[in-house]
């Protein structure tokens, strides 16, 4: 399968909420406006990374390198356990500057909807840290230690 990952662009605006219409259940607390406000801010920053299948958006992730943070990814349900979330942290990791730590939180160890993101991040060397509540949902954080 050939994915292209990239910055995404204000052109990408329409078809990313598309997706994030398509995945917003996994995402407890998200409100969209504020979303689509958070994401145009992200694209302007270059902070917004997109893949794409055939010229269409299959995967998302938004990021702060001020706050060192993976703020947030998803992936199309048909383009799951490709490889594209993978590809995508990876090419975030590159655009921080080197031994800058870097945090992402999700769901907590046993809670279901958490287990394929907690597999993710450790995959990538992400290493899990504090128990937090976010969004009055109780998460997890980890961080990417970087020398």
């Known amino acids: 399968m050939d994915i292209e990952i990239s910055f995404a662009r ?21 409100e969209k406006d504020d979303y689509r406000k958070i994401l145009e801010e992200c694209i302007h920053k270059k902070e917004a990374l997109c ?21 947030f990814i998803a992936v199309h349900p048909e383009y799951q356990k490709c490889g594209i979330a993978a590809d995508m942290v990876k090419a975030m990791i ?7 730590d870097i ?8 809670d279901a909807k958490g287990e ?6 450790m995959r990538c060397g992400f290493k899990p840290d504090e128990l937090i509540i976010e969004m009055d949902y109780p998460c997890q954080k980890f ?3 970087r020398e």
Do not use: N
């Open 10 to 30: 204000s052109c990408d605006v329409m078809e990313w909420m598309s997706l994030i219409d398509i995945v917003e259940s996994h995402f407890p607390g998200l």
């Open 51 to 71: 893949a794409k299948a055939q010229g269409k958006i299959v995967g998302i992730l938004l990021f702060s390198t001020e706050h060192s943070t993976l703020a």
């Open 94 to 100: 590159a655009v921080f500057p080197k031994g800058q």
């Open 103 to 110: 945090w992402v939180t999700t769901f907590r160890e046993g």
């Open 116 to 121: 394929g993101a907690r597999a993710l991040y």
């Open 143 to 145: 961080v990417l230690r």
